[in-house]
């Protein structure tokens, strides 16, 4: 396995109900928190955000802990009636999505957009 790779968020705000938030490095024990924590603090200051855009294509490595991260965003949001959307999936993280059942819990996905996803 290669060394590390810090995790970073960049954060935009298309539109003043959406928050995007583009990940790049390794969602895993070290570094899942500071996107929990994250995601957090924008639920509790009243921003307004109807909807949260993760674009995981930067995400290089995803362990059982960011996994973790990424449940605890999706019962966060949905506790605030935010949407979540995880955008750009790697393969690897597809793939850990699909292994783990998570995916339709995660994306909202059915069966249908999974096969698609699958064949392209």
Do not use: F
């Not at 810090?6 to 959406?18: A, F, K, Y």
């Not at 949001?77 to 819990?105: F, I, K, P, Y």
Request: proline share 2%; with cysteine.
């Amino acid at each position: 396995m290669s060394d590390p790779r810090e995790l970073s968020l960049t954060w935009t705000s298309p539109t003043p109900d959406v928050a995007a938030v583009a990940l790049a490095g390794d969602l895993d024990y070290d570094s899942s928190d500071a996107l929990t924590d994250a995601v957090a603090a924008l639920l509790a200051n009243g921003s307004g955000v109807r909807e949260l855009r993760i674009d995981c294509a930067g995400v290089e490595y995803c362990d059982s802990y960011g996994l973790s991260s990424l449940l605890m965003v999706r019962r966060r949001t949905r506790a605030a009636g935010v949407t979540l959307h995880l955008d750009n999936r790697t393969g690897s993280l597809e793939r850990l999505l699909r292994v783990t059942n998570t995916l339709e819990h995660l994306t909202g996905a059915g069966r249908g957009a999974r096969e698609q996803k699958l064949d392209t």
